[in-house]
């Protein structure tokens, strides 16, 4: 997602209360950064906070933690997440169950360990990377998905969303590869009939041009496949 240079970015996300600057540093701990036990459930790659900002005070019993590499993407789902709650809650209530933070996914594991069980993963719009020697990049690669595995509770579940058919089709294989059985799939979720979907600002303009939008739930298994090897490791 291109952006025009914010300056205000860091300083906004530095003096908001729900912005954690040092993710890695609570590893292992993420629980005690709520004031509510509840389960823990997160967003790679918000964008602009859309999906974010309905889900937490839709579903307020879970907390989230809500993940972008960009500051001056992040800074606007902070917005988002604040405009939502005042909306919800009225003026000056805190952002109780969501986290932000600045973190590039394909080190997710530097923030997350097994003891942090997540719950639920959300993956929205991710980039394609359509070309062969990009795939290594796509969040839904096996590389990706073994680390998302490590700090999974069994039983947990990733959504994904997406436009892109490649995409969609290869992802299928990664998660079989890497242990996830595919609970719910769709190639068309806006005619699906599928409820509990928030839409996101990709998924309006994508939409808006016809293009169906694919949507899969895949659920962490608790052994890996014995048939089939990780073929496209590292
Ligand atoms: C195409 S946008 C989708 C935004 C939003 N999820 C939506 O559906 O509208 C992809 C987002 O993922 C973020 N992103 C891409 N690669 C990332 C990475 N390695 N780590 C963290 N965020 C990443 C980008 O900054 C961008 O905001």
Redesign the pocket.
């Known amino acids: 997602?291109r952006?025009r240079g914010k300056p205000w970015a860091r300083p906004e996300l530095a003096v908001c209360p729900f912005n954690i600057p040092d993710p890695a540093s609570h590893r292992g701990n993420w629980k005690a950064q709520f004031p509510n036990p509840y389960p823990l459930r997160m967003?790679?790659?918000?964008?602009?906070?859309?999906?974010a900002a309905q889900i937490c005070v839709q579903e307020p019993e879970y907390n989230y933690l809500v993940?972008?590499?960009?500051s001056e993407?992040?800074v606007l789902a902070k917005r988002a997440l604040e405009a939502a709650y005042q909306t919800a809650y009225g003026p000056g209530h805190p952002v109780e169950n969501a986290r932000v933070m600045?973190?590039?996914?394909?080190?997710?594991d530097l923030m997350l360990s097994p003891q942090d069980q997540i719950q639920r993963i959300?993956?929205?719009?991710?980039?394609p990377w359509p070309k062969n020697k990009h795939h290594k990049?796509r969040?839904t690669y096996p590389r990706q998905l073994m680390k998302y595995r490590s700090f999974l509770q069994d039983g947990g579940e990733i959504w994904f969303?997406t436009d892109d058919d490649p995409l969609f089709d290869d992802s299928l294989e990664y998660f079989a590869q890497c242990g996830f059985s595919v609970r719910y799939l769709t190639r068309d979720l806006h005619n699906s009939g599928f409820s509990g979907s928030y839409s996101?600002?990709?998924?309006?303009?994508f939409s808006a041009q016809g293009i169906p939008i694919k949507f899969l739930i895949a659920v962490k298994e608790p052994e890996l496949p014995q048939t089939s090897e990780v073929k496209t490791l590292p």
């Open positions: 997602m952006m967003e790679l790659g918000c964008g602009k906070g859309e999906f993940i972008d590499i960009k993407v992040l600045s973190q590039d996914i394909e080190r997710i959300y993956i929205n719009f991710c980039n990049k969040l969303k996101t600002e990709h998924e309006r303009m």
